[in-house]
């Protein structure tokens, strides 16, 4: 959270950072004459206090999108200069270097967020999707097993680590992580699609024909890929 990144926050400050946080939930993707303003405001606000983690911070909010990781990146690193202990930086710029396929770095930003809170499921999880990404298996089914661990209900981390098994060919836990998934979220279009999958493997073909017809009607546009 934004007000962990500082110890020092005065009214001004504030009010500045509500608002970024609003145009961010308004349009995060979308670079307009009103973050340019906004980017404005930040940039004096640094001159005024170059010690200020939590506006670096904010600033990199504004710049998070799929078309300005590089800047996104460049102000995570202003913002841990600041405060190198902040868990929430590095977790955003392990997810920027994710996004572009920088696996490795990734993890390291990862690994550092995990030794700083080490009960943190959402990091292990997102470390685990990284190292599926890079080929490694093993390590990915890890880091799902210790999301879950931290917190059972964890759906995506469920489905993950269904996934897993499914390409390990040990479908019975496949299949109880996917059930587990959609007995947490009925609508979890994903598990769907990967127990379809799994069924089609052992050989179910009407099962498999049922998730498909459920996938048709969660999503009818295919707009929800991958599983």
């Known amino acids: 959270m ?4 500082s110890g020092r926050f005065d009214k001004r400050w504030k009010e500045a950072l509500n608002e970024i946080i609003k145009m961010i ?9 009103r973050w340019e303003e906004a980017l404005n ?5 640094i001159e005024i206090d170059e010690k200020e983690a939590a ?5 990199q909010n504004i710049f998070r999108g799929p078309d300005n990781r590089d800047q996104e990146i460049e102000h995570c690193d202003s913002a841990i200069k600041l405060n190198p202990k902040s868990t929430e930086v590095y977790l955003r710029r392990g997810d920027a270097y994710r ?4 696996y490795a770095k990734a993890i390291a ?10 009960r943190d499921s959402v990091t292990f999880f997102r470390r685990g999707v990284s190292f599926r990404k890079k080929g490694d298996n093993e390590k990915a089914l890890e880091d799902y097993n210790e999301a879950i661990k931290l917190k059972p209900d964890y759906v995506s981390a469920l489905n993950n680590r269904g996934n897993i098994y499914l390409r390990k060919g040990e479908y019975q836990k ?3 992580d996917f059930n587990e998934a959609l007995r947490l979220n009925p609508k979890y279009i994903l598990s769907y699609k990967s ?8 050989g179910n073909k009407e099962r498999a024909a049922n998730d498909h017809n459920k996938v048709k009607e969660l999503d009818p546009k295919g707009l929800v890929r991958g599983f």
């Open 195 to 202: 127990r379809a999958l799994l069924y089609e493997r052992m």
């Open 2 to 5: 934004i007000h962990n990144l």
């Open 174 to 176: 496949a299949l109880a």
């Open 25 to 33: 939930k308004i349009d995060s993707g979308r670079f307009d004459k």
């Open 55 to 59: 506006v670096y911070y904010s600033r």
């Open 99 to 102: 996004s572009i396929g920088d």
């Open 109 to 118: 930003d990862y690994n550092k967020a995990i030794s700083l809170d080490p």
């Open 41 to 45: 405001e930040f940039n004096k606000m």
